[in-house]
């Protein structure tokens, strides 16, 4: 009796488990907008140190130290309630951004004014956008603000 029900509980709990798999990602959850399209033209070279260098298409380099703004997922770097710094991505933090055929999402860095709340919402912000071929930190949003 009680191998008979092991047995059935294995069954079920395997079945359940293949299914949350094969769960597919909600793409009306993606942001598609112009600036992030504008983002992903960024590509990434393999230069002489066995490092990653960013190259900028003309588009990005056309907005280097002017306004930006950009709807998104915010994406805390540290576990706080609050966040000065994160990461925004067109996608939500529940979807993961490292699967799926399309590969790794533009994101960028932020830096705001004001502290903001982690929300599994769209944020929108407007900041200054700052390109750094020599840093970590390739691309940024500083003194961003939430609206």
Known sequence: MYKKSFVLLLV?????????QQRAHKSTDQIN?????????INYVLNDKNQFSPVYSESVKRFKDKPFDLEGYLIPVKARKTHHTFLLSPLPVNQCNFCGAN?????????SKQPIAFTGKTIHLTGILRLDDTGDVPVRLVEAEFF
């Open 12 to 20: 079920v709990f395997f079945s359940v488990a293949a299914m949350a």
């Open 33 to 41: 907008s112009l600036n992030w399209s504008i983002l992903a033209t």
């Open 103 to 111: 590969g790794i999402p533009a994101m960028i860095y932020v830096e």
